[in-house]
């Protein structure tokens, strides 16, 4: 610290140091990213050593060998690039960004996946990958220059842009390298460094970000991972997963242990630093704050004046010029009939067929007749004019089409264009039915094969597609169809404001809108194509587009009509074919124009060379119809490359700009002129991100170059508005979404009218809010800006925007830049799909991307880690999600690209099923809430002063008073149960205490009372004989549920003895439950183990001594052969305070704690549960429990001795073979009270689900039941029992009689419902507000809610107050508190606790620190509090409810909050049907979620996402890693509490056999 305070330091750096500090103190940053941030911050002002350049000293050069690099020239060289967004410059960028990456090492853990899972991993196959392009010296050298913008701070606004608009050099060295550029002086240096970046390969090359880890950063994480050294690791085995001791972790991480070697790897790479932080915050609703981004004062602003909107040419009126569209058609028919209109073309490339403007006028009036009069009867035609019809044609027969479009227009019926349905279930089908639908479309015209092709019923009808409405399906063959009459003619009148078609658009969301065209507009729009492109009569087109919608429509259908051009049309399948058929058509018909995409000429490129003749002299015009993407330049520059050679002028290519709503916004014209070079903007991505055009000049990589598409159509207004908002015209440099104004535009959506006021009819304000125009204006869902001389840009659209942390990005950038990335190749066929999910308040992005089929794991993992870097260094945002599919899996389009809405709903709901997925969720969420700071506590003196103030009573109850309960109570005058026992023996001998039922219901034992005497002293007998044990000694009771362990009970407080009831090992897993039951012997110092023969047996078995030491066991008795003599003399204890019995458990935490049980607080116990249920000899109570501990033990052994009521005893394994056991012994014997536990609750639940009936039918009531307790140690599980008294109400089950409830270490039951009182309430409370450690009740179904219901009354004779468990002072109503308890059957302390003795002493003798500080206490550990309720109890007292939330032991720290894993696996497990169970648990301040998955494993990685989603959305919190398992996995003890340290254990130790785990960054 000693330079922080020597240096001159600002005061805000010194406050950001201080809030540094703070950070790490609270462990929300590591070490690294610590030092990192730390020195970033007084970076500036320590003092240099000279001579250093700033950039150099970090950078580690590594040597390339010259054959990776020649080998890398020659991949360059090779030229065959099939992606359609390549271009070489955005390709350099890729390459600097990542090379930028390499300095800070990422360290990404790579997944582990189960073998099935991998599709190929051999390592053989793995190659290195080859050395990224970047030249590292690029940023730092003198060479740079200085950026022209800064040396003229004064440049005016329009100057700037058309410098660099203008500024494009001319020279050509790469495809587009140098073409490219930002102000002539930049670009001449960008193409010298670019050279230089291919020169100086040599000698200095940048090695690829290592990404796995596997190899050169292992050494780092030895050195991170906490030193292991041999005297931290106690000399002890480390046990077998599942075991109940405490695993080492913290330190004794086994270092061999893949998983935890990861996580620390993750934890390494974490340390990173995040985006900027952010400073403001806006309050969601409570004070968990969201961070909210607020704009940065140094953020781009716009500068420029308000711009002036541009007017295109005037529509020239031609003389000639039909009056409407028929009768251009009626014109060319009849004067020329034999020209041809329309060639279509086989798979082979032939021409098939020929359709001449005679035979088109002579069709289309054929159909129109029969539309009009041939459908439905002569009174009631099915279709009059003005209705819509659906035209379903296939992509390769635009003939019939084109008959049946114009048709529909002779007929002036709608035609709505669509694509062929081909299974019932296509991607967006349904979203189209539901256009044809809200068209009110009933018949589809189609043509004889389609109609043959189309899916058939078994009756040959063609089923209703789902979603579609019941359509009559007309075929127009021509043999098909009726002549029209002599006299019959259609009326042909001039274009008016009638629907000429209704187009479909596809909206981001996947819904289906359909714009409405009007005949005027139709005709206008072909005018305007007709004046802009200078079509004349008789010129041949050769059209490879979509001829059903957009400019395939357009141009090849309409305007070419109007014209009487010849249309060539290409159809994909031929395309697919052979990609280069459209060149060759072009040069066969001498064609002067083709309409075409991107995608067309790159695929020409990859297939040129074979060609020898090309010739393409003729064209005049080259129409790129996706000429307004973004990445369509590279395509046209490369394109242009290699055919200008073949007689391609550069001035033929035109890009044009489109949407279905205002059809043609612009187009670049075919000039002779071929001086003047087309437009280009080289723009920073950064500043576009903020909405605003900078001419990009320092950051070579992160820029996009855009060429104009033209200016706007003649006889249109165009100008440029802000997206959101008002809209309100942009300046001269900020990107808004273009509008037009013009007659050529849709005029609605079909039918909804609020979404088409929005978009056709805006009216554009200027600054003094008055609008620009009294006509309305169109948006074109085009974003960009208009250029000097009136040159139209475009740099993406509205559907792909999205706005993550207030910045815009462009889908089709991402897009682009991840297809840049080495290997080229890796996306299988270019198809990848970039959408953005709402996440907590903010658009995150998801990459998804089909994987070549042959990569390996490596492969992929290597692609998608550099994509993360990539799209960092480029676009500066973070990627949340990148997924790898298996190829042609995802969702196509009908022309087969892909369906982005359909994805993005597989992706939300988890059916993507990706075979690679890589998360990011720590690098792109920046708007969590603070980490909550620990305000230094209030003294608990004040807390009571303000309770007091504020009129809050202090959190305290208790149970009745035992004192001043008269009852006449027989076994009160008793101090021992032993006493009682014999008491009762000799009053009552015969009557029954217990019946133990075997699985099928029947009676297997049963014992009176003086058959339990009588055994109890036999064994007495034998502890003294072949025991010689003394007073006092330790007795391990190993026996399966039954009668058996109750006799052993008693038989050692006969002899004096102290019994410990355990476990039995499961005979199939000896391995890891023997463990167990050797540690509670030897912990419970027992002298002797109590068994019987079987159990005697399997502890001398061959599987027993391989999993402990079998010698060291103490004398094991079997009592099935008992000695027939009874002792001389029953033990009797002098003071009722000694020990009568021990109590072991394992806690979920997994310590293994024995408690002391006096006799006194035995005694007290029983007397307790007996006044609470109203327990006597008359009644019988059905116990479903194990029972070898805590509630379940008392009632299994003690409690009928005490009360002398009848227990049924079914053992709840007994359960497994016959789930309906339980309740219908409880139906049989007529039980008012039964007690049970979670596990058997669940196992009726899921196990008798469907057989509600067929119990009703057997007889099964449950109508007498007045309490069914689940004897549980957590907080109640509400969905459970409330689905149980739901699911068994038909059988009369009373749904107040459900009810839990709670006992814990230092008493065994502190809560338990009993007969009367009033009945278990529910409240809700806000889960942000209980991270906090506060309890805020809000309404049922309100966000962030969560039930919580009363854990039963509170016991007699037991007092309970809430405690502040770091301060230890009272808190009041409704605070949440640690539970403290006093009564008189507290255990009298534990026994050992096995690990940790100097933590337990102030369990069970705690004082508070104010208020009543003389009463002892015992700290149960549970969180909870009280709340005074309306109801009234017994005693007419207002009744105080007791609420559990959770154990303190379990509960996880994160982000200064307190977090309950119940909460986050209850979020968890609804998030995907698959997942049947999960747990959560930390790890080095990860938070670890893993989830049991039901399904195939296909679907595992289906599930990282949506559990990292939800998570983060209703617990901010980022899950670090998703751990999928297969069903069984997660560790449950007999009380269905799940072992979440156990399973920790076991990850860490790399015992889980996952089927994946996921790290996420």
Known sequence: MADRDTLPLPLEVRARLAELELELSEGDITQKGYEKKRSKLIGAYLPKPPGMEPSMGQERRTPVTPSSSSRYHRRRSSGSRDERYRSDVHTEAVQAALAKHKERKMAVPMPSKRRSLVVQTSMEAYTPPDTSSGSEGEGSGPANGTPTSSQEGSINMEHWISQAIHGSTTSSTTSSSSTHSGGSGAASRLADVMAHAHLSKSENHSAPPDVTGYTNTTDSILMERPQVSSNTVPNRPVPKYGNAELMETGDGVPVSSRVSAKIQQLVNTLKRPKRPPLREFFVDDFEELLE?????????????????????EQLGVVTNWPPSLEAALQRWGTISPKAPCLTTMDTNGKPLYILTYGKLWSRSMKVAYNILHKLGSKQEPMLRPGDRVALVFPNNDPAAFMVAFYGCLLAEVVPVPIEVPLTRKDAGSQQIGFLLGSCGVTVALTSDACHKGLPKGPTGEIPQFKGWPKLLWFVTESKHLSKPPRDWFPHIKDANNDTAYIEYK????????????????????????????????????????????????????????????????????????????????????????????????????????????????????????DGSNPWSISSCDAFLNVFQSKGLKPEVICPCASSPEALTVAIRRPTDDSNQPPGRGVLSMQGLSHGVIRVDSEEKLSVLTVQDVGTVMPGALMCVVRPEGVPQLCRTDEIGEMCVCSIATGTSYYGLSGMTKNTFEVFPMNSNGA????????????????????????????????????????????????????????????????FSISVLHDERIVVVA????????????????????????????????????????????????????????????????????????????????KPRQKQPEIGPASVMVGNLVSGKRIAQASGRDLAQIEDNDQARKFLFLSEVLQWRAQTTPEHVLYTLLNSRGTIASSLTCVQLHKRAEKIAAMLAERGHLQDGDHVAL?????????????????????????RPPHPQNIATTLPTVKMIVEVSRSACVMTSQVICKLLRSKEASAAVDVRSWPPVLDTDDLPK??????????????????????????????????????????????????????????????????????????????????????????????????????????????FCSYSVMELCTKGLGLQTESLKSRGLDLSRVRTCVVVAEERPRIALTQSFSKLFKDLGLHPRAVSTSFGCRVNLAICLQGTSGPDPTTVFVDMRALRHDRVRLVERGSPHSLPLMESGKILPGVRIIIANPETKGPLGDSHLGEIWVHSGHNASGYFTVYGDEALQSDHFNSRLSFGDTHSLWARTGYLGFLRRTELTDASGERHDALYVVGALDEAMELRGMRYHPIDIETSVIRTHKSITECAVFTWTNLLVVVVELDGSEQEALDLVPLVTNVVLEEHYLIVGVVVVVDIGVIPINSRGEKQRMHLRDGFLADQLDPIYVAYNM
Not at 591 to 608: E, F, N, P, Q
Not at 880 to 909: D, M, R, W
Not at 1216 to 1231: I, T
């Open 1038 to 1062: 190993v026996y399966p549920p039954g009668i058996d362990l109750i006799a052993a009970f008693y038989g050692c407080l006969y002899a004096g003895c102290v019994p410990i009831t355990v």
């Open 771 to 834: 609008p620009i125009s009294e006509y309305p204006f169109t948006r074109t869902g085009l974003l960009g800006f208009v250029g000097p001389g009136g040159l139209a840009f475009i740099a993406g659209k509205m559907d792909g925007l999205m706005v993550v942390g207030g910045r815009r990005h462009n889908a089709d950038d991402i897009v682009a830049t991840a297809l840049a990335v080495e290997p080229m190749k890796f996306v299988y066929r270019g198809r990848i799909a970039v």
């Open 850 to 929: 089909e994987q070549r089929p042959d990569s390996t794991e490596e492969d992929s993992f290597q692609w998608m880690s550099r994509v993360l870097q990539a799209i960092d260094g480029i676009h500066q945002v973070g990627v949340y999600c990148l997924a790898l599919v298996p190829s042609n899996t995802l969702p196509k389009t009908p022309l087969g690209g892909i369906h982005l809405s359909e994805t993005k709903q597989l992706f939300l709901e988890g059916s993507l099923h990706p075979c690679n997925v890589l998360m990011c969720p720590h690098t792109c969420v920046t708007n969590l809430p």
């Open 506 to 625: 596809t909206c981001k969301d996947g819904s289906v809108l359909g714009v409405t065209v009007m005949r005027i507009a139709l005709l206008t729009h072909c005018q305007a194509l007709t004046q802009s492109c200078g079509y004349t009569e008789a010129e041949t087109i050769v059209n490879v587009l979509d001829f059903k919608k957009d400019v395939g429509l357009w141009h090849g259908i309409l305007t070419s009509v109007m014209n009487m051009m010849h249309v060539i049309s290409i159809p994909y399948s031929l395309m697919k074919v052979n990609p280069l058929s459209w060149i060759q058509k072009v040069c066969q018909y001498k064609a002067k124009v083709a309409c075409v995409k991107s995608r067309d000429m790159h695929w020409a490129l990859v297939a040129h060379r074979d060609q020898r003749d090309i010739n393409l002299c003729s064209l005049r015009m080259l129409v790129v119809a």
């Open 1125 to 1234: 003599k009874k002792p001389p003399l029953l033990y009797k204890p002098s003071n009722p305070d000694t020990l009568a019995y021990l109590d072991f458990s394992v806690s979920t935490t997994g310590m293994l704690a024995g408690v002391k049980m006096s006799h006194t607080a035995t005694s007290a116990f029983c007397r307790s549960i007996k006044l609470q249920c109203e327990l006597y000899p008359s009644r019988e109570v059905a116990i479903c429990l194990d029972p070898y501990c805590g509630l379940g033990f008392v009632l299994w052994c003690l409690c009928s001795v005490y009360s002398g009521h009848q227990s049924i005893l079914i053992p709840p394994s007994e359960l497994e073979v016959n789930p309906a056991l339980w309740l219908l012994a409880v139906s049989q014997y007529k039980v008012r009270d039964t």
């Open 292 to 312: 909210v981004q607020q704009p940065d004062p140094n953020l781009p602003k716009p500068e420029g004046a308000q711009m002036i909107s541009m007017r295109g």
